[in-house]
């Protein structure tokens, strides 16, 4: 399709149509936002030409559509977003994908720089591009359209190269309005050659670390979502399988191999983690999510071996004894030509150990998924969604709360890569709607979000995007009236609900009603699995009810520990 440029007033254009020719060239197939001042008719043009754009109801939520649609393409997503309050909503998501490692650029508009630098009070003025330093890998402001290459492509090449993550780009008013000579416009776009380098490792590094794999007698591999992102899914499962070493899937890692897969080590955590001697991190970080590598939880002469294509991140919690700073598919391509004179053992015995554990937990979740109870709890719920979705193992899986994540997690396998967008590094909710209406508009594949009820509320709003764009997404809402559990009590003895309490007996499916959308109650698994198999052959936007049992459910989930705890009552 013709540029606007072109058809623009003879011989002349301005900074909003070359804005969104720029984001035309660079292959910009979607814009997640909000419109408003003075970003509207930037939206309505960059439709006009081609560009999806998909409209939300909060820009947390668009910013989260397009951290997931960066993850997913390896290209960085798009949220636009107004001034001042727009951008500070926005900003979640920018920071959330910085910290997660996607590729995402918000692109704000904002106010002239003489009435932001002497104070005057604009409307909806604020020092954007400072404030939003801090949250992302870098900002960067456009003054002037002839700059609008430039900027496009330096956002681009920031969000991609290196550690992925957030760019915000902040585009002033004035400079959409500023006219230049269309041919010079048109003259100045292009697109970043190689915006994201594959880095390589040394072979010095990858025999340190074939070295010290041949050494090991309890080997282990943890996988994490950078592995996922960097979709060397063959390399990755062709690795696991030539040395028969055991893995450990992160949550956003879990189907790069199947859940099911023999040499998978998830239902014995603790066992591994406990006695592994020689830890190889795939694109996995020692943080809080593996306790920084330290304590109970670990062997405290355990030797760690990581890949990442961050040379800052290695020894950021355990001194790292063989580090391959590189693109994860060319490390593990290396490592696998490199393999052969390296007596990896299959660790025959270290996996047996495993299996026995294996056994015996799989035993233990097996009663607990098969223990009728009435209400539902989480297992006798999860276990009907579980059974339903193996005959769906492509769909999306987005999922958020905190027993509703903890108990998924465990319950609800993975079989194919990046297809479980969850909470991610900082366990943030209100992902739900934006991850979901990202993944839906990216792939067209169907979505099903499993949401606790005080996630659900987050980002609830954007149920009537979800149904405006008629999204294959079917929310489950596991409704057990609270945050963690729904039987809080109000100390004082007051009227006030407890602080950790919704309203009980909610019915959040009256919202999708409101919308046009499939609503469903149940307070049976019967009930839930008629429901959930009907909304995903309907293929429309749906949303379950299901109620749970309100003292279902443990104060934080599985991570209650990192609460403090205070002997002062
Ligand atoms: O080996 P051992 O014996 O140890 O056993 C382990 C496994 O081997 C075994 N296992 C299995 N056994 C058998 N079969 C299978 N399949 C199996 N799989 C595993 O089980 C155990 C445990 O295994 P697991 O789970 O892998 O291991 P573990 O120890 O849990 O792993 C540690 C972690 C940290 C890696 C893991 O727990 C994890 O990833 N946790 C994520 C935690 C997280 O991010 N939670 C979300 C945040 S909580 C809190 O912040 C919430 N808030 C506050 C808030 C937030 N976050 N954001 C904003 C903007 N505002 C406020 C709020 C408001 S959550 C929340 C809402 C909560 O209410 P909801 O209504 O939404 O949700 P409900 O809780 O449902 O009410
Ligand atoms: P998880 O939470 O699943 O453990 P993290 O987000 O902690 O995963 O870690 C992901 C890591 O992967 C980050 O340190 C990031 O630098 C790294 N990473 C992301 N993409 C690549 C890639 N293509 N090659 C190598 N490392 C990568
Ligand atoms: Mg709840």
């Not at 910085?98 to 009070?121: A, E, K, W, Y």
């Not at 010290?212 to 996988?223: Q, T």
């Not at 019915?507 to 919308?515: Q, W």
Request: contains cysteine; neutral net charge; proline residues 6%.
């Amino acid at each position: 399709m013709e540029s606007i440029t072109d058809n623009h007033n003879a011989g002349l254009t301005d900074g909003m149509h070359l804005m969104v020719d720029a984001l035309k060239v660079n292959g910009v197939q979607t814009i997640y936002g909000v419109v408003g001042i003075p970003v509207t008719d930037l939206a309505r043009h960059a439709q006009a030409v081609g560009i999806r754009y998909i409209g939300f109801r909060h820009e947390q939520s668009a910013g989260h559509a397009a951290a997931i649609t960066g993850y997913l393409t390896k290209k960085p997503g798009i949220c636009l977003t107004v001034s001042a309050p727009g951008f500070l909503n926005g900003l979640v998501a920018l920071a959330e994908a910085t910290v997660n490692g996607f590729p995402m650029i918000q692109i704000s508009g904002s106010s002239d720089r003489n009435i932001i630098d002497l104070q005057q009070g604009d409307y909806e003025g604020l020092d954007q591009m400072n404030i939003a330093k801090p949250f992302c890998k870098a900002a960067y402001r456009i003054n002037r359209p002839q700059d609008i290459s430039i900027g496009v492509a330096r956002a681009i090449r920031t969000a991609l190269s290196g550690r992925p993550g957030g760019v915000y780009l902040d585009i002033t008013t004035e400079m959409l309005s500023t006219t230049m000579d269309a041919a010079d416009a048109q003259a100045s776009l292009f697109t970043p050659v190689d915006p994201s380098p594959v880095l390589s490792p040394s072979s010095t590094s990858v025999n340190r670390a074939l070295k010290l794999l041949s050494v090991a007698k309890k080997p282990l591999v943890i996988l994490g979502k950078g592995a996922a992102y960097a979709q060397a899914d063959e390399a990755i499962r062709e690795f696991i399988e030539k040395s028969g070493i055991p893995f450990l899937p992160m949550s956003m890692a879990k189907g790069l191999l199947p859940d099911d897969h023999p040499q998978c080590a998830a239902s014995a955590r603790s066992l591994v983690l406990g006695q592994a001697d020689v830890v190889m991190l795939i694109g996995a970080r020692l943080n809080w999510l593996l306790n920084h590598g330290k304590g109970k939880k670990w062997n405290p002469d355990a030797k760690f071996i990581q890949l990442d294509i961050c040379a800052e991140e290695m020894d950021s919690n355990r001194p790292i004894d063989a580090p391959l700073v590189g693109d994860i598919g060319v490390s593990i391509d290396k490592l696998i030509c490199k393999m052969e004179p390296f007596e990896i053992s299959c660790c025959i015995e270290w996996r047996k150990q495993i299996d026995e554990v294996k056994n015996a937990n799989a035993g233990k979740m097996r009663a607990k998924l098969n223990k009728p109870t009435q209400p539902m709890n989480y297992f006798n719920s999860l276990k009907i969604v579980s059974d339903v979705l193996k005959d769906h193992k492509d769909i999306y899986i987005v999922n958020e709360g905190a027993n509703a994540l903890d108990n998924t997690r465990n319950i609800i396998n993975m079989y194919h890569p990046r297809l479980r967008l969850d909470t991610g590094t900082w366990g943030v909710m209100g992902i739900g709607m934006g991850y979901s209406i990202g993944a839906a508009v990216t792939s067209g594949k169907p979505v099903v979000a499993i949401e606790g009820d005080s996630a659900f509320g987050f980002s609830g709003t954007d149920i009537e995007t979800i149904c405006r764009y008629k999204l294959p997404v079917t929310v489950i809402v596991l409704n057990n009236d609270g945050i963690y559990r729904g039987d809080g009590v109000n100390l004082a003895g007051g009227a006030d609900p407890s602080p950790t309490s919704l309203t009980p007996s909610a019915r959040y499916d009256r919202i999708i009603e409101a919308f046009g959308g499939m609503a469903y109650h149940v307070t049976k698994p019967i009930e839930l699995e008629e429901a959930l198999c009907a909304a995903l052959a309907s293929g429309k936007p749906s949303l379950i009810n299901c109620v749970i049992d309100p003292s279902a459910g443990v104060e934080s989930g599985h991570i209650g520990n990192l609460n403090p705890h205070s002997s002062i009552k």
